[in-house]
């Protein structure tokens, strides 16, 4: 009986391994970065602006990081923008997990937000 046990308890870790796999789909700790530049103005390819305009590109900054040295900082109306998939092709089976770190400061407000579509139809 411990040994029927013991293989139950084995496959079922071997199943748990195989069910709970993760790819990354995008990583970017900004560390790369040079501070005090936009990060768009440095990675057009991975990010972009709200609006699509250099104005509202954050910046890279070393104030606040959770890997040393850089973070992006985000302020009112300088939105950064990260597109996972082209525009009508989009992620339609399996499970994702977003995850990262926001600093806020005690006396600030921070948000952020998932959209099914940006761009012309800005789907919520």
């Known amino acids: 009986m411990k ?59 070393s104030a606040q990081a959770q890997s040393s040295p850089n973070s992006v900082n985000i302020v009112t109306d300088n939105d950064l923008v990260k597109k996972f998939a082209a525009e009508g092709s989009y992620f339609t089976s399996g499970a994702y997990k977003i995850s990262f770190n926001m600093y806020i400061p005690t006396d600030s407000d921070g948000y952020w937000n998932t959209m099914m579509d940006f761009g012309a139809s800005n789907i919520w």
Do not use: C, M
């Open 3 to 61: 040994k029927r046990k013991l293989l139950l308890l084995i496959a079922f870790i071997a199943l748990g391994s195989f069910v709970f796999s993760q790819t990354t789909v995008f990583s970017d700790d900004f560390d790369s970065y040079t501070a005090g530049t936009g990060l768009v103005s440095q990675n057009s390819t991975d990010w972009q602006t709200w609006d699509g305009g250099a104005g509202q590109d954050p910046l890279v900054s």
